[in-house]
DNA sequence: TGATTGTACATTGTTGACAACTGGTCTAGG
DNA sequence: CCTAGACCAGTTGTCAACAATGTACAATCA
């Protein structure tokens, strides 16, 4: 089977780019969201635009009204803001329990890619994309552990979470961290797992 | 001010009566959903039609496939159904404790009058209108504690827990489960109301 | 002067037609 | 009889025009 470039619709790019911008900053919380200016941006009609808006929205990235559209969320209270934490972290350590025994080389194969990407990210400075693998690692495992199903339950809480990091320069950790997860998955061992993990998120 | 009767807007009829649908079991999981048919049925063109799909679809209850369609999402595994109850029992228990002191009469009142509408609703066996009051037992609580924000995050693990409950007949305790939850937050009793509230999540 | 009503503009909501894609069926060739 | 390819009906994706709504500003009146 060849490595087929998969194909990746329109909606998607634009829902990916818009993430991109609210998480970067680039959209500030608050600021407004003008159909007919995105859908000029994009190149397409307002009817995807409408779809992708309404997307961002359920992922609570945007807060739309009736009639009058679609801005930017704001921060969370430092409140929720915990609470979501302690959501992730029992969301993916639920997930590692569950994925554990069912990894093998060509997964490995995988998250070393991304983590890969990430430090290549990092020293190019260029955090958005930091960010974006950081995220599609654990997407990697969350899939891995619970599909879809999984996934959509944790996609939201991740994207509110990394729309509060207001500082942007990860800690050069990162990777560090993410290499200890990917080391104890392939050692099996669940508690060093686990312990890299709660590290990693916070 | 006057209580005056909300206005809903017809694509949130829509997503109601199509959840209702789904949850009562009438829309099976795997079953097909036709945009066409659906716009035919409730008199609007497919555009809005379109909007209550992506909504449902990333609330957890359709599965959509591109250029193919939406249809019912199939049941949890079992490992998930588990941690979707966990993680409701966390939300929740975390936005009683945010709550609890903020509560007047006014909110007791609407929680009362959910509650009647629920029994009434039960004694009619009229179990759709049992599992809206249900929630919207819950949500009114979810939205006082953390507004828009906790509720968007609460809402799609409810709705995934409740499509997978197939005895559809409520235990009779249903009633008195809710107005234990009832008289310990009136009575401050944040350990009590925990409790209750444990006992009504399963 | 301050509040209120009327009006024009900008923006969203909705629609129906058209384009692109999918899955299945039929046919020709081996 | 079986496979490969082309075709076809049905469905989803996209578009541009139209209708409905909300917002802001200006004119009016107390």
């Known amino acids: 089977m060849l490595p087929n470039a998969k194909i990746v619709p329109i909606r998607d790019q634009i829902a990916d780019q818009l993430r991109s911008d609210i998480i970067s900053g680039e959209l500030a919380p608050g600021d407004k969201l ?3 200016a995105l859908a000029t941006r994009f ?3 307002r009817g995807p635009i409408r779809d992708v808006i309404l997307r961002l929205t359920k992922e609570g990235l945007l807060v739309t009204r009736n009639n ?3 801005s930017v969320a704001e ?3 430092a409140e929720l803001q915990q609470l979501m ?3 992730r972290r029992r969301i993916e350590s639920h997930a590692f329990r569950m994925v554990i025994s069912k990894l093998n080389e060509e997964d490995f194969e995988a998250l070393d890619y991304i983590l890969a990407q990430f430090s290549e990210a990092f020293y190019e400075e260029n955090y958005t994309e930091v960010t974006k693998a950081d995220i599609e690692f654990h997407k990697y ?3 891995r552990a ?3 199903d999984l996934v959509n339950l944790w996609y939201p809480i991740v994207m509110r979470m990394r729309m509060n990091y207001k500082r942007i320069g990860t800690p050069q950790d990162g990777v560090r961290e993410h290499q200890a997860i990917i080391d104890a998955l392939r050692a099996k061992d669940t508690r060093g797992a686990l312990k890299a993990l709660k ?4």
């Open 34 to 36: 003008n159909e007919q």
């Open 43 to 45: 190149g397409v009609s």
């Open 141 to 143: 495992l969350m899939d």
């Open 75 to 77: 921060m969370l209270s």
């Open 85 to 87: 934490i302690d959501l």
């Open 199 to 202: 590290a990693n998120i916070r």
């Open 146 to 148: 619970g599909g879809a």
């Open 68 to 70: 009058v559209g679609a």
